[in-house]
């Protein structure tokens, strides 16, 4: 009774307290307000602050006045633009603070509102601390050159600051070396702010080393010493072993690189090293080392053969497969907005109330936890518990619809235990779910400075960091979820990954979309990105025999690419296109610079009651060998029915994305396991990756955004046509009732000689001639029919056989 009587008080005071909280004006439009009034100040510190450079001098007396003339005499007028507070207001930063320099002030402010508005202005503590550190340094500088120490000046160029500081300096270190410690100072800070400005100048130093080192050949070959002569000629190294002392010459110049060991020759006596005159036939260069006793050793240095006018492969530069498109520009992420503004967060009193409801609820079923902690991330809130000892786990997992109905929340998921951890974990869905951006994912560190081969950035995780995965490494991934449920944003979210960090030269698409008008929007890119047949009039492929077509041509690619791995000696396209570019693979024997592909299929349920085997047997060969050769799979799905992803599919798939879906049944045909159906919608969605499985709130791109994105890159040059798959012509879907003769049965020919040579079509004679069944009997028939060996049926009797000879037969036949 005691713990009920404390539990109404408290509820009711919090309603009052919430009731008291509502605020009058909402946080956005205070933001937005503040971001205005700053931008605003900016520009009227701008107005005075150039005012004052003309009517400084002039506003003097209005500063000498005392603080009632100044706030309260109307009949006092001051020349500056921004009145008697612009005038006041220059006077105090400028001249008694930093000078010209202060208009750095104005700089902050306005980049302080710009980005209080949301507007993207790079790293702003970057630029803050610049700011000030090219404030002190030209306060410092015009305080040093226009050292004014007259009284009546109007204007202290440096200001105050300045004026102190550099006379300080100059008593500390003399006018010369505050000159040079100017000069040093504003050096590192433009090498240090601009990566230009420092290769441009490590590249001028370079240059300049390497003009004023000595020519060798203007040498008087005469004065070099022995020691010079020897250096040049061979690097003497006494290698210790033991007790004994063995010499020997490394030369440096051989083929390979590598030193030639050569015994030394031991001599007691003094040499005398000469130069030798140059033979006329081969022009050789001998030394002559001779002893006191005329024994004479001969050395000629090592021959080097005449350098042909073309490079060697090894001495050329790396193949740069970006030149074709060297001018190409990523897209910006000014074309991305920030959905994230104004996003509401999770209180405390939602997080306590939570908590208290989950304990109240475990302890209606006696069961007592001994810790519980919770993380908060964009859409769900993670309660961690440490059960008592003695507690059963399942127990604790039956309770799932027991803790949603207390807490009156959809999508409720127990995770017991998580992997790991040791704890139980509950998702509760936050009250106000956060709007996860594309725009914060793709400026997050972890994109910006990925090294994957095909990064893609999804979303977000429940401890709020982005979640990331490299393509390669899935490598096919299938994707299923209800309609409305974020299916769609979730392809658009990995195209947009890859399109903002891999060239077009190093990935293309292939878009199949049955329903025509999902990825349609991609067209643009055709001849950036994408690739299709040569005679594929759409970029998009949306006809269900060129889908048939295209999965085969793929085919066709992925053989041709293991033929090249196979003559490369090669293992993985990786490995490939690295030899390629360090141009150790010759274009004229075939080798070429191989892309990603990544096919995405965005309804996979059409293609299959469509076209059935005929889809599934190509994708399924695609997705069990294509890794290696840099073809990846997309699928996707809004109806995960073990019909359509079958056996075959699921094998090869290990990578599957669950949306929210309509039922357990569902969420178990795509991830193996319960867990999809209780997600709460909107880009909520689970990640199995083997046996791991990560919920992850999905970023959200609108399509305006896709719009700008596309439209950015399709407004740059790009190739002469789109990347084209080789060929392939596939069979023609034959019409109703049709006869495809292409495909004969291999009993045609003689079930046609038998026709012939008895003059009697009947189906029942081909049976009891080849011992076959009646419904391959028939089709024979029908094939005799459009071959013209036979007429058309009529009824019980037998057909008309229309060739009278196997002359005429045999003729046909050749024509087939």
């Known amino acids: 009774m005691a713990f009920r009587a404390k539990k109404k008080p408290a509820k009711s005071k919090n309603k009052r307290t919430q009731k008291k909280r509502t605020p009058l004006v909402n946080r956005e439009k205070l933001w937005f307000l503040f971001g205005l009034f700053v931008l605003l100040a900016a520009a009227y510190l701008l107005i005075s602050f150039v005012s004052f450079l003309f009517y400084g001098a002039a506003d003097q007396s209005i500063m000498d006045s005392g603080w009632r003339e100044f706030l309260f005499n109307t009949e006092v007028k001051a020349q500056n ?3 008697k507070l612009g005038a006041y207001l220059s006077e105090v930063i400028m001249n008694r603070g930093f000078g010209l320099a202060s208009f750095g002030f104005v700089y902050l402010m306005a980049i302080s509102g710009a980005r209080i508005l949301g507007r993207k202005t790079g790293n702003f503590l970057k630029s803050v601390w610049y700011t000030v ?28 600051y300045g004026f102190v500081l550099s006379n300080w300096l100059r008593s500390l270190i003399g006018i010369v070396g505050l000159v040079f410690l100017l000069f040093i100072s504003g ?5 240090v702010r601009f990566d230009g400005a420092f290769n441009m100048l490590k590249g001028l130093l370079k240059r300049k080393s390497n003009e004023t080192e000595p020519d060798n050949e203007d040498m008087d070959e ?3 010493s022995n020691d010079e002569v020897a250096g040049e000629e061979a690097i003497t190294k006494v290698i210790e072993d033991d007790d004994d002392v063995v010499k020997a010459i490394f030369e440096s110049d051989d083929e390979d690189g590598l030193p030639i060991v050569e015994p030394e020759v031991e001599i007691d006596d003094e040499i005398e090293i000469e130069e030798a005159e140059e033979e006329s036939d081969d022009d050789i260069e001998v030394i002559s080392v001779k002893k006191e006793d005329d024994l004479n050793l001969t050395v000629a240095p090592k021959l080097e053969e005449e350098e042909s006018d073309g490079k060697h492969p090894e001495e050329l530069e790396d193949y740069d497969p970006t030149l074709d498109l060297a001018s190409f520009k990523f897209p910006t992420l000014e074309l991305l907005e920030d959905h994230k503004f104004g996003n509401a967060e999770v209180k405390n009193e939602e997080l306590v109330a939570n908590k208290n409801k989950i304990v109240e609820t475990l302890r209606h079923y006696k069961i007592e936890i001994t810790k519980i902690r919770a993380t908060i991330g964009p859409t769900i809130t993670l309660y961690e518990i440490v059960p008592a000892p003695g507690v059963r786990i399942s127990k604790i997992k039956n309770l799932e619809d027991d803790i949603a109905l207390s807490l009156a929340a959809l999508g409720i998921r127990i995770i017991a235990p998580i992997p790991g951890r040791g704890t139980i974990g509950i998702e509760v869905p936050n009250q106000n779910p956060e709007t996860v951006s594309m725009h914060s994912i793709i400026r997050s560190k972890r994109f910006q400075e990925s090294k994957a081969e095909l990064p893609v950035a999804l979303g977000k995780t429940i401890s709020n960091e982005t979640f990331m995965f490299d393509l390669v490494k899935m490598p096919h991934i299938l994707v299923a979820g209800a309609t409305g449920q974020g299916k769609s944003v979730g392809i658009n979210v990995i195209i947009t990954s890859l399109l903002y960090k891999k060239h077009p030269s190093q990935l293309k698409f292939v878009f199949i979309d049955p329903k025509k008008v999902e990825l349609n929007i991609y067209s643009v890119l055709e001849k950036h990105y994408l690739a299709k047949l040569p005679d594929a009039e759409e970029p998009v492929i949306t006809d269900i025999q060129k889908v048939k077509n295209t999965l085969n041509s793929i085919n066709v690619e992925m053989d041709a690419r293991y033929d090249l791995l196979k003559a490369a000696q090669a293992r993985n396209i990786k490995e490939y296109n690295k030899k390629f570019i360090s141009r150790r693979l010759n274009p004229e024997k075939g080798h070429r610079f191989m892309p990603y592909i990544v096919v995405i299929i965005d309804e996979f349920a059409d293609l299959i009651m469509t076209a059935g085997k005929e ?12 890794r290696a050769v840099g073809i990846h799979m997309i699928i996707a799905t809004q109806r995960p029915s073990t019909n359509i992803i079958t056996g075959v599919i699921k094998a090869n798939f290990p990578a599957r994305i669950a949306f929210k879906v309509a039922s357990m049944i569902d969420s178990r045909t795509i991830l193996d396991s319960p867990g999809a159906n209780q997600l709460i919608g909107r880009g909520d969605m689970l990640i199995s990756q083997g046996s791991e499985m990560t919920r992850v709130q999905c970023a959200f791109v609108d399509t305006p955004e896709v719009e700008n994105i596309v439209g950015f890159i399709g407004d740059q040059r790009g190739y002469p046509t789109a990347f084209l798959l080789p060929e392939y012509a596939g069979d023609e879907e034959p019409g109703p009732g049709e006869v495809d003769l292409r495909n004969r049965d291999e009993l045609f020919d003689d079930a046609a000689r038998v026709v012939v040579m008895n003059q009697m079509g009947s189906t029942s004679m081909i049976q009891r001639k080849f011992s076959i069944g009646y419904n391959r009997a028939g089709r024979l028939m029908d094939q005799l029919e ?17 060739l009278q000879d196997e002359y005429s037969l045999e003729q046909l036949l050749n024509s087939l």
């Open 133 to 160: 550190i090219c404030m002190i340094w030209f306060s410092v500088a015009l305080g040093l050159f226009f050292n004014k120490t007259d009284a009546g000046s109007a204007i202290y160029w440096g200001g105050h």
């Open 786 to 802: 459009a071959a013209g060996v036979v007429g058309p049926s009529e009824g019980s009797k037998a057909r008309q056989v229309l």
């Open 81 to 83: 633009k921004g009145m």
């Open 222 to 224: 005469e004065s070099i």
């Open 187 to 191: 050096l590192a800070i433009v090498v």
């Open 615 to 626: 889809i599934e047997l190509p994708i399924a060969r695609i997705a069990q060998l294509a």
